[in-house]
C-alpha cells in the first residue's frame, strides 16, 4: 500500500485530473456504467480523493466536453486558415470530425449524447452547442464559397447542416454498432452524394 501511494504523491499538478478523465473516457469506451464509486475503483482512489479534482461527476463530464472542444476546434482552425475552396474545407472538417470520433470512442459516446442520458441536462447542450459551432463555420466557409463563385448554386445553410446531420448521423450509428461500423467508412464514396 505504501508503494501505491508513494507513486500516487509523485504525480504532478494536473496529471491526476488527466489521469480521470482518460480513465473516465476508457470506461466509456469499454461501455462501463459510470459511478464514482467505478471510477474511484479503477483508479484506486477514494470517492473524497475524486471531489478533491472535481466537484461532481458533471464536472468531469465536462472536462471530457473541454477536450473534445479544444481538440475540434483546433482543428476548425487550422482547416479555415488553409486557402482551399470551401467545399475542400467543409470536407476536411467532416472527415476530421469522423476521425475524431473513431480515434476516440469514449468521447464519441459523449458526442452523441449516449454518456450523458442521466446526467445533468447543461452537458448535453454544451454538446449541442459544440455542433451548432461546427455547423456554423462550415456554413461560413460554404457562404464564402458562394461568394466566389460566378454562378452560386449551393444554399450554406442547407448544405452546412446536411454535412452535419450526416457526421452526427456516422458518429451516432458507430457507437450503437459497438465501435463495430467505423465513421469513415466508405467516406470517399458518401462524400459524393453530399
Do not use: C
Not at 473516465?24 to 477514494?46: H, P, W
Not at 470517492?47 to 477536450?67: D, V
Not at 458518429?171 to 459524393?192: C, K, M, N
Amino acid at each position: 500500500m505504501n508503494e501505491v501511494h508513494a507513486v500516487r504523491a509523485r504525480l504532478a499538478p494536473g496529471e491526476r485530473k488527466l489521469q480521470i478523465l482518460q480513465t473516465l473516457a476508457q470506461m466509456l469506451e469499454a461501455g462501463d456504467r459510470v459511478t464514482t464509486a467505478l471510477l474511484a475503483d479503477k483508479l484506486q482512489l477514494s470517492e473524497a480523493a475524486l471531489y478533491r479534482h472535481f466537484a461532481s461527476k458533471a464536472q468531469m463530464f465536462e472536462g471530457l466536453i473541454a477536450f473534445i472542444e479544444d481538440s475540434l476546434y483546433g482543428v476548425v482552425t487550422q482547416i479555415g486558415a488553409q486557402p482551399l475552396p470551401a467545399s475542400d474545407r467543409a470536407r476536411k472538417l467532416v472527415v476530421a470530425l469522423l476521425q475524431f470520433g473513431e480515434r476516440n470512442p469514449g468521447m464519441a459516446r459523449v458526442m452523441v449524447g449516449d454518456a450523458l442520458a442521466l446526467e445533468h441536462e447543461r452537458l448535453a447542450v454544451r454538446i449541442h452547442h459544440l455542433f451548432d459551432r461546427l455547423e456554423s463555420s462550415l456554413r461560413q466557409w460554404l457562404r464564402e464559397g458562394e461568394l466566389e463563385s460566378a454562378t452560386p448554386t449551393v444554399d450554406a445553410n442547407a448544405q452546412a447542416a446536411v454535412l452535419m446531420a450526416y457526421a452526427q448521423g456516422r458518429l451516432l450509428r458507430y457507437v450503437r454498432s459497438g465501435f463495430r461500423e467505423r465513421p469513415t467508412e466508405h467516406w470517399d464514396a458518401q462524400a459524393r452524394w453530399l
